[in-house]
């Protein structure tokens, strides 16, 4: 499958913190997609991309698509404990593939 | 309402052995997707079933294979296992084929090969 370069691949935030984490690609998806996993669960989706240059929030979760089509962002604003997990992106042509995630814990 | 449901949560096999995983998807979806999710890194497609047929595969070898049942319900099976099988094994299931936006996973079965 096409490989995305996920990165940082850990970051420890504090409460209050803004964090931010990309994901870049050689090849260009129609759909970039961002997922948290929690230990025991599967991975649950935060914010659908659709189109080029698109900005889309989900509460304190803003995420973009590339104008190029092989990148994103993810920002999560006035981090908060519960924000820890596994975020992963994925983009998707024909098939779905994930990066290999960034993992955010709370710096004591 | 029931999300997506895989059976068993915990497998310990040894090598050459063969498994088979199962997964019910969640209320009104018909599409079930399978992944195979290492240690340390994201999922990786295996493959999706739509109307009981194979639709789309990643880039996995014969020796998985798979089911899907008239309630939609799915099966994963895999042959002769490797020492390298030992994953999480997620099940995504959607409405449609184009549904990625609406894939809900379940909470995966964890694999161990010895």
């Known amino acids: 499958g096409q490989q995305l370069n996920q990165s940082p691949q850990s970051m420890f935030i504090q409460e209050g913190e803004d964090v931010s984490m990309n994901c870049t690609s050689s090849s260009i998806f129609n759909t970039w997609l961002w997922y948290k996993q929690e230990p025991g669960e599967g991975p649950v989706l935060l914010i659908a991309l659709y189109k080029a240059g698109e900005l889309t929030s989900n509460g304190r979760l803003t995420a973009q698509f590339g104008i190029t089509r092989k990148d994103s962002f993810l920002n999560i604003s006035a981090s908060i404990p519960s924000d820890v997990g596994i975020y992963f992106c994925a983009g998707r042509m024909d098939k779905l593939s994930f990066g290999a995630g960034t993992t955010v814990t709370v710096r004591a | 309402d029931a999300g997506v449901t895989q059976s068993p949560t915990h497998l310990i096999k040894t090598r050459g052995q063969q498994v088979t995983l199962r997964c019910s998807p969640k209320s009104g979806h018909d599409t079930v997707s399978w992944y195979q999710q290492a240690l340390g890194q994201g999922p990786q497609f295996i493959f999706q079933y739509y109307e009981e047929e194979e639709r789309q595969r990643g880039n996995f070898p014969d020796r998985f294979s798979g089911h899907q049942f008239p309630n939609y319900s799915s099966e994963l099976n895999v042959n002769a296992l490797l020492l390298g099988d030992s994953a999480l094994y997620l099940c995504?299931?959607?409405?449609?084929?184009?549904?990625?936006?609406?894939?809900?996973f379940g909470p995966g079965t964890r694999l161990t090969v010895l």
């Open positions: 995504a299931s959607s409405p449609g084929l184009s549904g990625y936006n609406e894939q809900f």
